[in-house]
């Protein structure tokens, strides 16, 4: 789950990583009384709220330049607010049909003397926290990762120990923070990481993490995702979940405990185990198709699941066939049997289904399929079904 910019500085305040106020707004006037309450910190910035980075570059389908704007004055900040809220910023991480602007945060505007990355995220490989940092803050990390990956420092830390002070003195030294700015590097170092490992996230990403003319360290922007299935601990951060941010298709699935992500091909999958989804997924492309999502019903899926999956499939226009692809172990073949019939009737499905069953109980499965009057061709194997799922569309 993501968050939003103002959310972030909402959870820093809380554990004490400094960093410039800020108020949220979703209206001009909104937006005008929170540049007044903030004003007499100097300039501001006004900054358009979406799931979505290099927001300063993009543009709005108004014409209008930029999601990040300094501004001089209340009036100031309440037009550009204009300009932005109920309009769609394109950016490079939008795609083309950009993201509505719901909301704009106005916050204090530091005069920046050096920026820099700072993140910390959980690496799968050492399965431990890992702090990543660069002087190269600002700007795309990929960029840096792909043309000067020395500038990118990496600090695995100990799960159970937790981070030591000599790391943050490590990192401070190679960043060339020293003296006081040093030590409020590591102050902030040490309050982000108490937030990280309390809040069960599995990234956060300060860009750019910067220090000021007067010598201050301050998070000025701020990226979060945390790990979905500890949010039952954290209610109040999955408060701050935001639904309209997300590929409606995902909500939907979200609340049938479906795995579902979306791509952009015209074979819809139906799969039960997230390994067996990708490999479905591989072999489809293997024989010329395009996968339209990776979607994961679990081991034990009911009925009633099986049949939401298909609700959701079928609304994607893009879609043009369907493959379902099971391997029964813990999963009863004769129930998802069940609920491809019940989804099939319910929807009215006109498009070409591929089934491929095999496993617990796949007698009793296939012929519930073969008896349920349900258009539809079966496969033997899954080199068959991806096969057959991309004929059906060339046809």
């Known amino acids: ?21 800020g108020q949220v707004a979703d209206t001009v006037e909104a937006a005008q009384a929170a540049a007044a309450a903030l004003s007499a910190a100097g300039q501001l910035v006004v900054k358009a709220q979406v799931h ?19 501004v001089e004055s209340p009036e100031q900040a309440g037009e550009i607010a204009g300009q932005m809220i109920g309009q769609t910023l394109v950016t490079h991480q939008t795609g083309e049909d950009g993201k509505l602007v719901r909301k704009v945060l106005i916050a204090q505007s530091v005069d920046i003397e050096k920026e820099y990355y700072l993140a910390i995220l959980m690496d799968r490989e050492s399965r431990a926290p890992v ?14 990762a792909e043309h000067t990956p020395e500038k990118i420092l990496n600090e695995k830390v100990h799960p159970l120990l937790g981070l030591q002070a000599f ?12 003296g006081g700015q040093g030590k409020s590097f590591g102050k902030l170092l040490s309050a982000l990481y108490k937030l990280f490992i309390n809040c069960d996230c599995s990234m956060v990403e300060i860009n750019p993490l910067v220090v000021t003319k007067d010598g201050d360290v301050l998070a000025l922007d701020a990226k979060f995702n945390f790990d979905d299935n500890a949010l039952y601990r954290h209610p109040d951060i ?8 997300e590929d409606p298709r995902e909500v939907e ?4 405990d479906l795995n579902y992500i979306g791509l952009d091909g015209s074979i819809a999958c139906l799969v039960n185990g997230a390994g067996l989804a990708m490999a479905t997924m591989d072999i489809i492309k293997h024989y010329g198709g395009e996968p339209a999502n990776f979607l994961d019903v679990g081991g034990g899926a009911s009925k009633e699941q099986v049949t939401n999956a298909f609700k959701i499939i079928v609304g994607d226009s893009n879609v043009k066939a369907i493959l379902v692809n ?31 069953l095999e496993g617990n109980n796949v007698a009793a499965g296939k012929k519930t399929l073969a008896e349920s009057g349900v258009d539809l061709i079966s496969a033997d194997d899954l080199g068959d079904a991806a096969q057959k799922v991309v004929q059906s569309i060339q046809a």
């Open 1 to 21: 789950m993501n968050i939003h910019e103002y959310q972030a500085k909402d959870l820093f305040e809380k554990f004490g990583v400094p960093t410039p106020q």
């Open 238 to 245: 999955e408060a701050m979940r935001d639904p309209e941010e």
């Open 253 to 256: 699935a979200s609340k049938y």
């Open 131 to 144: 702090i990543v940092a660069s002087t190269e803050g600002g700007v795309n990390i990929e960029d840096v």
């Open 326 to 356: 099971i391997f029964g172990g813990i999963m009863d073949c004769n129930v998802i049997a069940e609920g491809i019939v019940a989804a099939s009737k319910e929807v009215e499905l006109k498009l070409p289904l591929v089934v491929r």
């Open 167 to 178: 790391q943050i003195r490590k990192l401070a030294a190679k960043l060339a923070l020293g």
């Open 52 to 70: 979505a980075g290099g927001r300063g570059k993009g543009t709005f389908k108004n014409g209008f330049k930029g999601g990040v704007h300094l």
